[in-house]
């Protein structure tokens, strides 16, 4: 299955792109994605969004799904 | 004005609008024209609460030039939504118009503006605030700020407002 992952702002940066596109094989959470991305536990401060909705760290991903990490929002 | 609309407007069965802007906007000018398109409300609004947050030219003790607004196309919009549709299931809201910059912003611009109809006061307010203080922590926005030595830096978080 295809996921696009998403980062912005400060973590977007420190990453060093905006998005990646990846290809599983078996059914994946959101903290795996990370961990595959980044080879580090998922900081607790990041904020995690999968089709643009708030999600919890285990929330599990399907194909086509488009998940998002970023920092803590400072809108306003 | 040449202003750049992003998102147009979201029908929630009441008359809401959300508008993400490129350009500096008048709130005041925002105000009348949502105020005279909306047509259902007139003679029905006892009340109108609006909120204007614009940026200041200091920061955690540090002088600000100017900042740059990011933001997440589509979530921005959804979580919004998601608001305002809360805030008119527990509230007698008639109206809703939000709108918020993003893009390069400089001291005294406004950034956003949060304006409510109801028909009495107390909803007015009390939904005024609660759409300002739930944008402040879920609405996918992001500051960098350019300080006065030229240095740059991303605003950490959002306070909680409420906190004395």
Known sequence: ?76 | MGMKLLSSHQSLGANVEVKILTEPFDPWQEIQQFQLSSSAMQGKYGATSIFVGTMRDFNEGDEVTGMTLEHYPGMTEKQLGKIITEAMQKWQVLDVLVVHRVGDIFPDDPIVLVAVWSSHRGDAFDVSRFIMEALKSKAPFWKKEILQSEAVRWVDKNTDGYKK
Not at chain 1, 44 to 52: E, F, G, K, T
């Open chain 1, 1 to 76: 299955m295809s996921i696009k992952v998403r980062y912005f702002a400060s973590l977007k940066e420190s990453i060093g792109r905006s998005e990646d596109e990846l290809v599983f094989v078996d059914v994946i959470s959101v903290v795996d994605i990370w961990k595959k991305i980044n080879n580090e536990e998922l900081p607790s401060n990041i904020l995690a969004a999968v089709n643009m909705e708030y999600v919890s760290f285990d929330t599990l991903v399907n194909d086509g799904d488009e998940v998002a990490f970023f920092p803590p929002v400072t809108g306003g």
